[in-house]
């Protein structure tokens, strides 16, 4: 047993979790290489060749770096975990006329729990990831995560749904670097060829990047049923028929197939009467959100009126706000209009670069400003 301690890492077979396994593993923990397969694309539908974290070739890239280094390496089959929740959890979104993002939910719900269960079966004291962020310990004993050293890979926003018990045994060794400087390394450790994979931003489930296709196959009769909506202003005008409120998400201007003599946005999307809503760039602006099923890090709740930056998408670059308490959560006051608030995506407060917490933008309609 390494005195620095036993760690499972996830290795998707990918540069960052391989690098991740190898920088362990030379800083002289026991490392344990864990790939799981969440997803079998064959049953996707897609004539796409696999791609990203659930390929046969993956799998073995992983493998190989382990057996290479001396270090045990599992294949964990979590698909049926992964598809009861993430899976259905994507559908039932876009039923609902929200913008799911399925990695938030499958960090949150399915990934690390996979992992922590492993782990205490492997006596594994931590687990660890190839994700770009930092985890650090308030003074007050609370766990939380930090953005990483390189803005333009940071993933501190889709960590937002890490509880306590999962942060305290997590490490992120790759926060505190760049990626250029991930690529020289997975180069010296002898892996040049891995120092230039191209990674994937593809839904893992979704390889051909068409979900209303993948909708369309999980959800029997589901365009007879949706098929032939209205567009509508938001006076309520008709302006058309649409293919069907779940083929559409807040701020798509393109493949909207109608033409109005200038650009138009989707604005609402309302599920109740197949409804889908168009407006004018302007008419995306929102002065609030409604945000529920929080997850608190930095602190165990706010202060009223506490102040922080909030990320309404990934690339989001933040915009100052505060943050009240609601009946269904948190009420967040933008102190600059705010484009695009999609029910179903992640807000994410920041104090600093220091995650305080997040949730689900609720499908909400808040008066254009």
Known sequence: MSRKGKVLVAMSGGIDSTVTALMLHEQGYEVVGITMKTWDYATSGSSKKETGCCNLDSFNDARMAAVQHGFPHFVLDIRDEFGDFVIENFVEEYLAGRTPNP???????????????????????????????????????????????????????????LQQDLLSRTMLPLGGYRKSEIRQMAHDYGYPELAKKAESYEIC??????????????VEGLEDRVMGGAFVDKHGKMLGKHKGYPFYTIGQRKGLDIALGKPVFVTEIIPESNTVVLGDEEDLNRSEAIVSRINWMKYDGITEGMEATTKIRYKDKGTLSTLHEHENGVRVHFYENVKGVAPGQSAVFYEGDDVIGGGIIQRQQIPFI
């Open 103 to 161: 990695c938030v939910m499958c960090n949150t719900h399915i990934k690390w729990r996979a992992l922590l269960k492993r782990a205490d079966a492997l006596d594994c004291e931590f687990i660890a990831t190839g994700h770009y962020g930092i985890i650090k310990q308030h003074s007050n004993g609370r766990w939380f995560v930090c953005k990483g050293v390189d803005e333009t890979k940071d993933q501190s926003y889709v960590l937002w749904g």
């Open 205 to 218: 489930f979704v390889p051909d990047n068409d979900y209303r296709g993948f909708l369309k196959k999980k």
